[in-house]
């Protein structure tokens, strides 16, 4: 079972089709099953019954062709006449021509499709599904679509046709996601909205290993470049993750440092504005220009905050500089020592004065700082170094012993792994931090109707989410290749939010989104049924709970929640069941304890193999009042 197939497969491949599916004008085969006073019989449509009003004398157990009326409470259908002229010799042949409608090839097997599934048509409807399945790829998945829509009373119209059929495509969500981003990145010029959406959609398809390596890294620049106690040791801990060559000096790098980087290729306006007077002191000391180099010296005050960080006027150099001697002196130009003092001293200060919390700032100061050590070591070598970066960090934050890699570092790489190791997270171990992380993932998304009032704090920031981003791409660019990416995955998107519905006093949602974990980018998929309490949210005493996950050494999991009377049975689904339930006899104790703690009682654990199909989720076997539901409760 591929991830993206998975909101296909749980959910019910045959529903009853309520009588408010049907439309005044569609065309209808049923058969007479009961006769009741009134004109009013029983009719079955393919696999469905309904009672319905019909304004012509019949006979029971016949088979007639029906126009559906308008009607107040109980379905009004019209008698047609089945005698058909001409070549009409079947039924698909005769709806098209009760619709007025050419009898091709192509539209003879449409026709059949919709007879055989209970599929009310108009002309209308029928004319724009076929356009629609002559524009998509795969015919098959195209009449998957339709019936999913049918099933769950999706109105057929284009837009709602293409979000099922991304689903029916069996894409998984991230694998979609990663495209979009690898097709960004290969774009020759940014426009402000393709770069807006490279950064959300790169964003979400982090790994905690990459996000982990850009704040190490970051952390590691602070350390170096604060001239502190830890200078060197970070220095020397550059070096030794390869992001410096190994045979280069401070003094050297630095001034490399000045005469490689492209000044364009900068997000950061601050360090911009360094490395440019940097670049001046540099070139006015070059043509013995001191009295230059002096104005430009004397202007810095290290707040580096506006477009007074430095000015023109003449002065001493303020306290806290690296080079006041060689300045001040009779020297007509500042030794290459002294620049690279200054130049460490000034990006010092632009990285402490760095708000951490700033996710903007600290994006593009890390892009920076990557941009930097690129023009020193190469950009391959210095993905390397972050890829071997964040695997360490993950293996040291790993408690599963079969994770662990051991090794001997040095003193220095020690000293710096134990300095930052403990300000990673998320921990998913602990439910806060699940619940807060998944909450930011469905902002980031942009699907901000999976958080209901009572847990949605603050007004969501649409305009830096992923589903905004891609409409204002979508908006404004003329690639064809990737806006046909961007557009399947908004489409995606939509899907989750045409499966998610009310239905009566019963709430059915559906959700899927990429989660990172250490070294990975997995779908989670979820979904939650329940009766509604008062305040609109999911009665969390009776619901069901499903969650799909394809994890990297167990493959597909499948956990199967249900709750009757805060009373729960959990079912867990993988092809390597007798190994997971070994490991996990030593989590049922705290997952019990847990379950107490918030007036839950866990009854049961089951675990069953997923081999040859055996997990296949009937997602109406959960009822509760005679109603049938299933589904996920995320407020639990």
């Not at 919709?114 to 076929?130: C, D, F, Q, V, W």
């Not at 570092?409 to 300095?419: A, I, K």
Request: with cysteine.
């Amino acid at each position: 079972m591929q991830p993206g197939q998975i909101l296909r497969n749980i959910l019910p491949q045959t529903a009853p089709v309520s009588a408010v599916s049907f439309r005044p004008g569609q065309i209808i085969q049923g058969t007479i099953t009961k006769l009741f006073p009134n004109q009013t019989a029983e009719v079955r449509i393919g696999q469905t019954k309904l009672i319905a009003v019909i304004d012509a004398p019949l006979e029971a157990f016949e088979k007639y062709w029906f126009r559906v009326e308008a009607g107040e409470d109980l379905t009004r259908l019209k008698v047609l006449d089945s005698k058909l002229t001409g070549y009409a010799a079947n039924d698909a042949a005769q709806l098209l021509q009760h619709l007025s409608l050419p009898i091709g090839k192509e539209q003879l097997k449409l026709a059949s499709f919709l007879l055989k599934n209970g599929i009310p048509a108009t002309r209308e409807i029928l004319e724009n599904i076929l356009g629609w399945l002559q524009a998509s790829d795969k015919l098959d998945l195209g009449f998957a679509a339709m019936k999913t829509m049918h099933s769950k009373n999706i109105p057929f119209i284009e837009e709602n046709f293409q979000a099922i059929y991304s689903l029916e495509m069996g894409k998984s969500f991230s694998s979609q996601l990663g495209r979009l981003v690898e097709q960004l990145q290969t774009l020759p010029e940014h426009s402000p909205a393709s770069l807006k959406l490279l950064e959300t959609a790169g964003s979400l398809m982090e790994t905690n290993a990459a996000k982990w390596a850009d704040k190490a890294l970051l952390d590691l620049a602070r350390l170096w470049l604060a001239d502190s106690g830890g200078s060197q040791k970070a220095f020397q801990v550059l070096k030794n993750l390869g992001f410096i060559p190994a045979e280069a000096a401070e003094d050297q790098m630095l001034n490399s440092l000045l005469n490689r980087t492209n000044l364009e290729k900068l997000r950061d306006t601050r360090l911009k504005h360094v490395l440019n007077v940097l670049g001046k002191i540099t070139a006015a000391s070059s043509s013995q220009d001191a009295e230059a180099a002096k104005k430009l010296l004397a202007g810095w005050n290290g707040t580096l905050t506006g477009s007074t960080a430095f000015n023109e006027e003449p002065g001493r150099l303020k306290s806290g500089n690296s080079a006041p001697d060689s300045v001040k002196g009779e020297s007509a130009f500042l030794p290459s020592k002294e620049v690279a003092a200054l130049t460490k001293h000034m990006l010092g200060e632009v990285i402490t004065k760095t708000n951490e919390k700033n996710v903007s700032e600290t994006t593009k100061l890390t892009a920076d700082i990557k941009t930097f050590l690129s023009s020193l070591s190469g950009k391959q070598q210095i993905d390397y170094s972050l890829n071997k970066l964040g695997s360490e960090i993950a293996s040291r934050l790993d408690v599963g012993p079969m994770q662990l890699r051991a090794g001997q570092y040095s003193e220095d790489m020690n000293w710096f792994f134990s300095s930052i190791v403990k300000d990673f997270g998320p921990d998913f171990s602990k439910a806060d931090d699940i619940k807060l992380h998944l909450k930011q993932m469905i902002k980031d998304l942009g699907l901000e109707q999976f958080l209901s009032a009572p847990i949605q704090e603050a007004e969501p920031d649409t305009q830096s989410a992923l589903k905004f981003a891609l409409t204002q791409f979508l908006n404004s660019s003329d690639e064809k290749l990737l806006k046909q990416t961007a557009e399947q995955l908004l489409h995606r998107m939509h899907a989750q939010q045409l499966l998610s519905n009310e239905n009566g006093p019963l709430q059915n949602m559906v959700m899927q989104i990429p989660l990172p974990f250490n070294e990975q980018i997995s779908d989670l998929t979820v979904q939650w049924n329940g009766r509604k309490s008062p305040d609109g949210s999911i009665d969390s005493s009776y619901c069901r709970i499903l969650f799909y996950l394809e994890l990297g050494s167990l493959n597909e999991v499948a956990v199967d929640m249900q709750v009757q009377n805060r009373i729960v049975r959990l079912t867990v689904y993988n092809q390597h069941i007798e190994a997971v339930k070994d490991i996990a006899q030593k989590w049922i104790p705290g997952l019990k304890e847990n379950f107490n703690k918030i007036h839950y009682t866990l009854s049961s654990i089951h675990f069953m193999s997923s081999h040859e199909g055996a997990f296949k989720p009937q997602v109406n076997a959960f009822k509760h009042q005679s109603s049938s539901y299933s589904g996920v409760d995320f407020r639990i």
